[in-house]
């Protein structure tokens, strides 16, 4: 996970996402977001606490992961 955070220079969630090795087109289609709203989600660390609960059910995580 660290190599990932580093590598893309992302928070958890982009991390995650690339862990689970989905596309943001495919992400974006599950959470019903555009490409450039995932990249912002997937930069800021103060994201939308919805969209974190929804994203964490996508890619099979624990939400509260992202708040440590």
Same mark, same amino acid.
């Given at each position: 996970?660290?190599?990932?955070?580093?590598?893309?220079?992302?928070?958890?969630?982009?991390?995650?996402?690339?862990?689970?090795?989905?596309?943001? *087109?495919?992400?974006? !289609?599950?959470? %019903?977001?555009?490409?450039?709203?995932?990249? #912002? @989600?997937?930069?800021?660390?103060?994201?939308?606490? *919805?969209?974190?609960? !929804?994203?964490? %059910?996508?890619?099979?995580?624990?939400?509260? #992961? @992202?708040?440590?």
């Amino acid at each position: 996970m660290v190599a990932l955070l580093t590598e893309h220079d992302c928070n958890l969630l982009g991390a995650w996402r690339r862990y689970r090795k989905m596309s943001l *087109t495919e992400f974006g !289609k599950l959470m %019903g977001m555009n490409e450039a709203e995932l990249v #912002q @989600l997937e930069k800021t660390s103060n994201s939308n606490s *919805t969209a974190l609960e !929804k994203a964490a %059910g996508i890619l099979n995580f624990d939400a509260d #992961q @992202l708040n440590n």
